[in-house]
């Protein structure tokens, strides 16, 4: 849900909180660790990584900002 806010997904004030643009661009998206591999974003253009290596190559030398969901700790 986090996620489909920040990409300006969702019928809700937060998800339009800068009008028609969302807050981060589906492209800068990385999803690490997903649970559920047979779940996809379509054409979204949200890229997803299993790897550390994975994510070092998709970030390079560009900040970043990391959020986890407390559920990937312990999904009870």
Known sequence: M??????????TT??????S????????????GIR???????DSGIRTATSASEVLEHLGDREFFVHVDVDVLDPS
């Not at 986090?2 to 019928?11: E, K, M």
């Not at 937060?14 to 009008?19: M, P």
């Not at 643009?21 to 690490?32: G, I, S, T």
């Not at 559920?36 to 379509?42: E, S």
């Open 2 to 11: 986090d996620l489909a806010l920040a990409t300006g997904r969702g019928a």
């Open 21 to 32: 643009k969302p807050l981060v661009r589906d492209e800068h998206v990385l999803v690490v």
């Open 36 to 42: 559920d591999r047979d779940g996809n974003f379509g």
């Open 14 to 19: 937060l998800a339009r909180l800068r009008g």
